[in-house]
């Protein structure tokens, strides 16, 4: 499950007025995806719409679902812009986590992804008359981190700590 915040300006079409989406994974059959799609539009109404999804056909549901660990000059299908070439590996934080994200460019989309997942995180996408923003908000997929909290540093603190208190025990 990602939920994604969705922003966008100027003459959007209906199709796209949406400012929050919802994709989850209700079945996976090797390459073969089945995903619930909630779309929340502007006028507060919502529409689900289940899609079957197929990573070695292209068949990926506006790049919603890449596949999983692709590095940078890697390429997949996708069945309306064709070949999709990664051109970056990064680290990012998305949905409260730092994570190792690829990106790429089509003609009218920056698209990053997840890299382990193969999730979208980010999009943006720019036409002549309108322009969408996606970005992934929350998951069940990975955990958010404390705020700006690296966890090998928290572990470090609560062991410190308890070496206080055992320490000022000891000595009472």
């Given at each position: 499950l990602i939920e994604y915040q969705v922003s966008y300006s100027g003459d959007v079409p209906q199709a796209h007025d949406v400012n929050w989406a919802?994709?989850?994974?209700?079945?996976?059959?090797?390459?073969?995806?089945?995903?619930?799609?909630?779309?929340?539009?502007?006028?507060g109404t919502e529409e689900t719409v289940t899609t079957n999804?197929?990573?070695?056909?292209?068949?990926?549901?506006?790049?919603?679902?890449?596949?999983?660990?692709?590095?940078?000059?890697?390429?997949?299908?996708?069945?309306?812009?064709g070949t999709i070439t990664i051109t970056g590996v990064k680290e990012k934080t998305y949905a409260g986590a730092k994570r190792?994200?690829?990106?790429?460019?089509?003609?009218?989309?920056?698209?990053?992804?997840?890299?382990?997942?193969?999730?979208?995180?980010?999009?943006?996408?720019?036409?002549?008359?309108?322009?969408?923003d996606t970005t992934a908000e929350k998951t069940n997929i990975w955990h958010a981190q404390a705020s700006g909290v690296d966890p090998f540093w928290s572990i470090i603190l609560v062991a410190l700590a308890i070496v206080a208190v055992s320490y000022t025990h000891l000595r009472a």
């Open positions: 919802k994709i989850e994974v209700t079945k996976v059959d090797g390459t073969k995806i089945e995903v619930a799609v909630t779309s929340r539009y502007s006028d999804l197929n990573l070695l056909a292209g068949q990926i549901a506006d790049c919603f679902i890449i596949p999983a660990n692709l590095k940078e000059g890697d390429t997949f299908l996708e069945q309306v812009e190792t994200v690829v990106t790429a460019t089509t003609a009218h989309t920056e698209f990053v992804w997840d890299q382990s997942t193969g999730f979208l995180v980010d999009a943006k996408s720019t036409y002549p008359d309108f322009s969408l």
